[in-house]
């Protein structure tokens, strides 16, 4: 039986921008810009790493298929205790530095511990007023460490390695577990993933909750607890959005994904299934970060509740053909300086984004492209870890010594290789639906989220640690290039 029309054209596009990627990373690959070599050294580096890691992988993959017998709730405690234990390490060894919004999240934490609110003069918390859910999640931690970070880094590793089990329970609900296993250690052997362990972000309790939500969103196909498990996924949403503004996006993929199916059922029946378990998703979505929202308010810790107060902001320094979407400091004094007025403040906002995008298709197509290099295949990018560092130092464990410039190429060059396999698995894959004629709603959910991230950051500013989550999804998209459903459904939703 065919697919609908709505789902085959929506895989064909992202099959087309997936080879894209997967191209745009190999050829940047080849000229990563690494101190320590020349050009076609740091070419043949990377090569070398490419195939190392697809033998790897390979290795991999076949040692999953003995493991399959193993009990899956087992094998979901050794996923979290195996990536925990690698992370706790590598944050301990490494004892990178905090800097930029890491720092800042870390000053927040502790002035909430200390029940000082001063904070709320600031120009910065007034506006980003929505950065405050997750300093005030980990605030109880810092009320018996305060001024340590590591504690909070070991709790956040406990976000993130829990937030690969939900990875873990995805696939093997929707594929196998041996395809599960081999998703799970992907994850947790992502480099990008790895160097992230180590600063104080917010995008690993994001990913926890955005992750558990799409686990629940998958299991409320078992018709007898669909909108209990509806209801929890609408929770789940609320609490990554209350970490990082992401989760609607996500949200939004879930909408698309299921009104897809609308051509090949019964709208009446569409309605009384999959149309209102989304209404108990999106409605247990708002109530419950309308209520989060409103804790904060009542309690003193942001009046403003999360809200974005500047939005226009993210999309005038996204269009910036000089800085290249990426944070510029002449914007940011233009338009964030704190004798505006709101008013005078989206005004010009609005200007800059006028003038940015009348500059022409062909600088607009060049400017979009030279984005796609920066936040998808890390083009001139260090590595979350090291961006503490000087280049120059040096870390000591025991008697050994790391150069920083050596991690930072080791971390780059293994990214970069991990990016093109990735890229071209998600591409093999929509090409394999698309040949199959067969789109399941397991497929289709993460690669339109995937997707739809795409879609926002080609408008709004860019930075490489921002794939964290789509990436993610893209990861679970891409392990249908492995192994198909054994359920072959017409864009099989929440039944």
Known sequence: MKSNRAARVLVAFSTLILAYLALLSFWEGLFLKLNTSSQLRVSLYFLAMLALIAGFLFLIWQACKRLERVNPKLVAAAVFLVSYLLRSCFVLVLDAPQYSDFLL????????????????????????????????????????????????????IAFQSGATVFLYLICNKLLDRRTAMF?????????????????????????????????????????????????????????????????????????????????????????????????????????????????????????????????LYKFAVGLNHESHGIYNSADSGYLFDDTLSPEVRNARASELIRERLAKGSVKLAELLHTKNKLMWTGKAHLPSAFAGFEREAVSQIGPFEL???????????????????LFTAAAFACFMCLRRRNIDFGFLFPLLG???????????????????????????????????????????PPA
């Open 105 to 156: 999240f870390y000053w927040l934490t502790n002035m909430i511990a200390r029940g000082d609110h001063s904070y709320i003069s600031q120009h910065y918390t007034s506006v980003w007023a929505y950065q405050l859910g997750f300093p005030a999640l980990f605030s109880p931690i810092a009320m018996f460490f305060e001024n340590n970070t590591t504690p909070l880094l070991l709790v956040n």
């Open 183 to 311: 998703a799970a250690i992907l994850c947790i052997l992502w480099p990008a993933s790895l160097s992230l362990s180590s600063v104080y972000t917010n995008q690993h309790s994001a990913l926890f909750f955005a992750l558990g939500a799409m686990y629940f969103v998958v299991s409320s196909r078992e018709k007898k607890r669909a909108f209990i498990l509806c209801g929890i996924a609408g929770v789940f949403f609320a609490a990554s959005q209350a970490m990082r503004p992401e989760a609607f996006i996500l949200l939004l993929a879930l909408a698309v994904a299921l009104i897809s199916a609308i051509e090949l059922i019964n709208l009446k029946f569409w309605l009384k299934t999959h149309g209102l378990q989304l209404f108990t998703v999106v409605f247990c979505y708002f109530l419950c970060f309308q209520s989060i929202s409103g804790t904060l308010k009542i309690s003193g810790i942001q009046p403003y509740g999360l809200v974005n107060n500047f939005p």
């Open 403 to 421: 150069h920083i410039s050596t991690l930072v190429s080791a971390f780059s060059l293994s990214d970069s290789a991990y990016n093109v396999l």
């Open 450 to 492: 995937f997707m739809a991230f795409f879609v926002v950051f080609l408008l709004i500013e860019v930075q490489a640690r921002y794939r964290y989550l789509p990436m993610t999804l893209l990861l679970i998209a891409a392990m249908y290039a492995l192994k198909k459903p054994e359920e072959k459904l017409n864009v099989n």
